[in-house]
Nanobody, 127 residues
């Protein structure tokens, strides 16, 4: 049983930073794509950032490139999302998700094929 537990959300002012964490348990950590997703008004959800945990390949949505960084700590089976220069439009519930390989990384996926999801962590950015 794969479980994902997010943490690190909160409220910040525009220009501030937050780091989200997603701890993985219950299955081999190195065999999957993982990503951070948030709801989007123009579609079901937006893939924000993704990482292939086996090789460390990463991908980002254009809206967060240069501001967000996804990384992993294999020893802790944890994926992080460092969010800098936050904007009010980044306000959302952020969800961590995973799927076993073969898989598509953000931005080539909006997460429909990802079958393991965390409970979400709220990020609120005030202007």
């Amino acid at each position: 049983q794969v479980q994902l537990v997010e943490s690190g959300g909160g409220s910040v002012q525009a220009g501030g930073s937050l780091r989200l964490s997603c701890a993985v348990s219950g299955a081999s950590y190195s065999l999957r794509c993982m990503g951070w997703f948030r709801p989007a008004p123009w579609k079901k959800r937006e893939g924000v950032a993704g990482i292939y945990t086996g090789r460390g390949n990463t991908g980002y949505a254009d809206s967060v490139k240069g501001r967000f960084t996804i990384s992993q700590d294999n020893a802790k089976s944890t994926v992080y999302l460092q969010m800098n220069s936050l904007k009010p439009e980044d306000t959302a519930m952020y969800y961590c998700a995973a799927v076993f390989a073969p898989c598509n990384l953000v931005p080539r996926t909006s997460g429909d094929e990802y079958n393991y999801w965390g409970q979400g962590t709220q990020v609120t950015v005030s202007s």
